[in-house]
């Protein structure tokens, strides 16, 4: 019996450490959320060298346009790839997209043709920064434009700064550079720990684009 009281005791114990681990964590969250009192829109920044900072924007535009919001997609780089978000997000209304038609600039090897197709698809971008009814702006690899100065980085600094108040913008790419994640409101870096075409392992429609 009393070993039967002994580890119900035990019991009961734990369930009450965890009950004040998880009010702790409660005081601590409901905390913050009473100091983030701001209403407006963010910016950012998703860099890295692991895989998965292209589908963490397209999921972030799709969670958007969930909600009912519209959207739009300025896609650079990788633009004359087959691409399974874009198949889809064309197919909505709410989403804008704008597509640097040249591809991956190893494959170009013509810097000008590829600063000219960047420089076209950012001009052709520029009046959604300026539309409140476009809720995010993903701007995907972004980061290659400004690295390869195929856009000036103050005036796409300036013109994220000057956009609506509750329009969100994120970019992503490698090599983000200091610049671009002292003016975000958040950034996250993806870290490379594996990756299967390291190993040979075939990039795969519907995983890799």
């Given at each position: 019996?009393?070993?039967?009281?002994?580890?119900?005791?035990?019991?009961?114990?734990?369930?009450?450490?965890?009950?004040?681990?998880?009010?702790?964590?409660?005081?601590?969250?409901?905390?913050?959320?009473?100091?983030?009192?701001?209403?407006?829109?963010?910016?950012?920044?998703?860099?890295?060298?692991?895989?998965?900072?292209?589908?963490?924007?397209?999921?972030?535009?799709?969670?958007?346009?969930?909600?009912?919001?519209?959207?739009?997609?300025?896609?650079?780089?990788?633009?004359?790839?087959?691409c399974g978000e874009r198949n889809m997000l064309q197919q909505m209304a709410a989403v804008e997209f704008h597509v640097m038609g040249t591809g991956f600039t190893w494959e170009t090897q013509d810097d000008e043709q590829d600063k000219a197709a960047a420089l076209a698809v950012w001009e052709a971008a520029k009046p959604m920064f300026n539309n409140p009814d476009i809720r995010l702006i993903l701007l995907d690899e972004l980061t290659y434009a400004l690295n390869y100065k195929w856009l000036?980085?103050?005036?796409?600094?300036?013109?994220?700064?000057?956009?609506?108040?509750?329009?969100?913008?994120?970019?992503?790419?490698?090599?983000?550079?200091?610049?671009?994640c002292d003016a975000a409101d958040t950034v996250s870096e993806v870290k490379a720990i594996k990756h299967a075409f390291s190993a040979g392992i075939k990039a795969q429609k519907g995983i890799e684009w």
């Amino acid at each position: 019996m009393s070993d039967n009281n002994s580890d119900l005791d035990k019991q009961q114990a734990k369930a009450e450490r965890h009950k004040q681990r998880m009010q702790q964590r409660k005081d601590i969250v409901d905390a913050g959320v009473e100091r983030a009192q701001q209403e407006r829109g963010v910016f950012i920044v998703l860099t890295g060298d692991g895989k998965g900072k292209s589908s963490s924007g397209f999921g972030t535009v799709l969670r958007a346009v969930g909600h009912g919001y519209k959207a739009g997609v300025v896609q650079f780089i990788k633009g004359t790839w087959d691409c399974g978000e874009r198949n889809m997000l064309q197919q909505m209304a709410a989403v804008e997209f704008h597509v640097m038609g040249t591809g991956f600039t190893w494959e170009t090897q013509d810097d000008e043709q590829d600063k000219a197709a960047a420089l076209a698809v950012w001009e052709a971008a520029k009046p959604m920064f300026n539309n409140p009814d476009i809720r995010l702006i993903l701007l995907d690899e972004l980061t290659y434009a400004l690295n390869y100065k195929w856009l000036d980085k103050e005036e796409v600094l300036a013109t994220i700064a000057a956009r609506p108040r509750m329009q969100s913008v994120i970019v992503t790419g490698r090599g983000a550079k200091k610049y671009l994640c002292d003016a975000a409101d958040t950034v996250s870096e993806v870290k490379a720990i594996k990756h299967a075409f390291s190993a040979g392992i075939k990039a795969q429609k519907g995983i890799e684009w």
